[in-house]
C-alpha cells in the first residue's frame, strides 16, 4: 500500500511544480506609435495620440500567459491641424475634459499562428467599454536584448463608445481604422 501511495504523489509533485511567471516590460516611446484613419467626404483624417504608456507582462515560450494594458491620455490626439484637434478634443468627439484616458485592457491572448495572436480586451473611450479582439504579429522577440516588437490594425465603430457627431456637409465614416506598431523591453532600473 505504501509503495503505491508514493507513486501517486510523485505526479502530482511533478505537476505543481511553477511555472515561470510572464515578465514585465514597457514600451519603447521612441520606437511606438498608435495611428489611426477616420474617413469622411472631404478627407481621410489620418492622426496619432503622442502621450501612452503600455503595461506588458510577456512570456514567448506561454504566449498564453500575456497581459496588457494600455492607456492613452486622450488629449494628446494629434492630426497636425491644432483646429480640428481642438474640436476632437471637445464633446462632439472625444470629451477629453470629461473622459481623460482610451484604455484598453486584455483579457485573453491566443495563439492563433506562429507569431501570431488575437488579443481580446476591453477598449473603453468616453466612458464606454467594449469587448474587442485585436490580431497582433509578433515581429520579433529577442531574449538575450529582452525586447521584442508587436504590429497589427483594426477597425473600430466609433458611434458604440459615443463618438458620434457627423457634421451633414462633412459625414464622417463610423468605422475607423487603428494601426500600432510597439516595441517593447525590459523597465530601465
Sequence with gaps: ???FALLLIAPVMIAATPLVAPQSYVRDAAHSQINFVAESRL?????TFDRWDAEILFDAEQVEATSLKITIDAKSINTRIGMRDNHLKSN???AADS???ITFVSTRVNKTAENRMLVTGDLTIRGRTKRVAIPVRLNFFDAASNTGRVTGQFVIDRT???VSFNPPTNPIESEVAVQFDVTFQKPRA
Design 1 to 3: 500500500m505504501k509503495r
Design 43 to 47: 478627407l481621410s483624417a489620418h492622426g
Design 99 to 101: 473622459f481623460p484616458s
Design 160 to 162: 458604440e463608445f459615443g
Design 92 to 94: 462632439d468627439f472625444f
